[in-house]
């Protein structure tokens, strides 16, 4: 089947240096994106579109609205859902508190399908078409994630949790069972549909020397795959994490030491990092994960955004809601507060480079840019409507809007899930309509 949707266009070729960087980005006031097989066909003006489209294709027309990639969220817990907004002084009294115990319920598929659906349409009321997840330390868990991924056709990434301490008996596997249930997931998930699985050791807390020899032993055997795992949040899981560690150097070379570094590494967080730690990032090409809702909610600390990405040594980042930490599936909502985060740290975040980080940045930090994060020819279809005037309080705002960066602005500071018009997946309209 054939579609062409007709709105105003916005996706990314850079980072925008600033605010008057318009080559950085195709803006198209009256586009055209024709979509065939769950990929985009040909993109530009509406005429232009228009003319080339096959007799009889579908026509949708989503003017006035913006039409952008789907938005990526490169950190949440799948089975979190339930912890959201659950009261705590820190990380380690949450995760010990509420988020532990939680977990411990996906040993039952039952459970797991249940909140798998309610997870996917949670993403996608949320204009999210890619996430990037842990699931539990039980294979259950990552059967009804990625089950429930390839029922929607969404490009998920995700992970069975290795943890095999420091955790309740119900939510501990060994080194040889977290290595031999997280290759059973990835021969009879990754690659499956869209499906990108992750070799996801918890965090050095929760995993024994020997474990992270296990993972060590998956990274070299599966090279291709994502690692993710946290590191740096908390001044008191640092302080524990190098008491456990004491042979290495900080907490960055505790991963480094089991070769968990590369540039498909993912480390939620890594905020409190020492200059060595970041030139360590930076060397091995690994992605620090920011989670400003999170970060702020569990009172962990200011992630340096602006200071990691003007180093000479530049880091990469990504950014996302860290589900249930976070307390908003909004990528809107995210980038809002993270624009907060660097007031506080005197710096300056513009709506360009948030929207920028949202899409193709994160589509970058995962390695994936051919794929998703654009609108770019060839790539898949996966897309989020969006309107600027959703509520009483944006449409008279948007009165006085005259810009496309006040515009984008207006959207992060005030827009939520009620901005989302419609999400498509692979070309498919999929927000759910409650
Ligand atoms: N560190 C280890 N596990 C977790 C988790 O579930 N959430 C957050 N925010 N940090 C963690
Ligand atoms: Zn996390």
């Not at 294709?57 to 990526?72: K, N, S, T, Y």
């Not at 949670?122 to 009804?144: I, M, N, P, W």
């Not at 290495?248 to 089991?258: E, G, L, M, N």
């Not at 498909?264 to 990092?273: D, P, S, Y």
Request: with cysteine.
């Amino acid at each position: 089947m054939t579609t062409l949707l007709r709105g105003r266009l916005l996706s990314f070729h850079r980072a925008p240096d600033n605010l008057a960087d318009t080559a950085s980005y195709l803006y198209e006031e009256d586009g055209g994106l024709l979509v065939e097989d769950g990929r985009i066909l040909k993109v530009g003006s509406y005429t232009d579109v228009k003319a080339a489209a096959p007799e009889g294709a579908q026509e949708v027309d989503h003017r006035p609205h913006l039409i952008l990639p789907g938005f990526i969220d490169m950190h949440v817990h799948f089975p979190q859902m339930q912890v959201i907004a659950s009261y705590a002084a820190n990380l380690l009294e949450w995760l010990n508190t509420y988020t532990f115990p939680e977990e411990c319920r996906f040993v039952e598929s039952a459970h797991a399908a249940r909140i798998a659906t309610h997870f996917y349409d949670e993403f996608l009321r949320q204009g999210t078409t890619t996430a990037v997840a842990y699931c539990s330390v039980h294979k259950t868990s990552a059967d009804a994630f990625f089950a429930e991924a390839m029922r929607r056709n969404m490009l998920m990434v995700g992970g069975k949790v290795m943890m095999d301490r420091n955790a309740p008996q119900g939510l501990l596997d060994t080194p040889q069972l977290g290595y031999d249930e997280t290759r059973a997931v990835i021969e009879q998930w990754h690659g499956k549909g869209r499906n990108h699985v992750a070799i996801t050791p918890r965090f050095a807390i929760t995993s024994t020397p020997e474990q992270m020899g296990a993972a060590q032993a998956l990274a070299k055997e599966f090279p291709d795959l994502h690692i993710q795992t946290h590191l740096s949040e908390n001044h008191e899981e640092i302080r524990y994490t190098c008491e456990l560690y004491p042979e290495a150097a900080d907490y960055t070379d505790i991963y480094a030491r089991y070769g968990l570094l590369g540039n498909k590494t993912l480390l939620g967080h890594a905020i409190h990092l020492s200059e060595r730690e970041a030139d360590v990032l930076s060397e091995t090409g690994s992605v620090a994960v920011h989670c400003p809702t999170s970060n702020l909610f569990l009172g962990s600390g200011l992630f340096p955004l602006k200071a990691l990405a003007r180093r000479e040594k530049p880091v990469r980042i990504g950014v996302a809601t860290d589900i249930g930490g976070g307390s908003s599936y909004s990528m809107l909502k995210t980038m809002d507060e993270a624009y907060k985060i660097q007031q506080l740290l005197g710096e300056r975040l513009n709506p360009l480079n948030s929207f920028y980080r949202m899409t193709r940045g994160n589509a970058e930090a995962l390695s994936l840019v051919d794929r998703i994060g654009t609108l770019e020819e060839g790539t898949d279809a996966d897309l989020v409507v969006l309107n600027a005037s959703a509520t009483p309080a944006m449409r008279l705002r948007m009165e006085t809007v005259s810009t496309l960066p006040e515009e984008l602005f207006l959207l992060q500071t005030l827009g939520d899930d009620r901005s989302v018009v419609e999400t498509y997946v692979a070309g498919a309209a999929m927000k759910p309509q409650s």
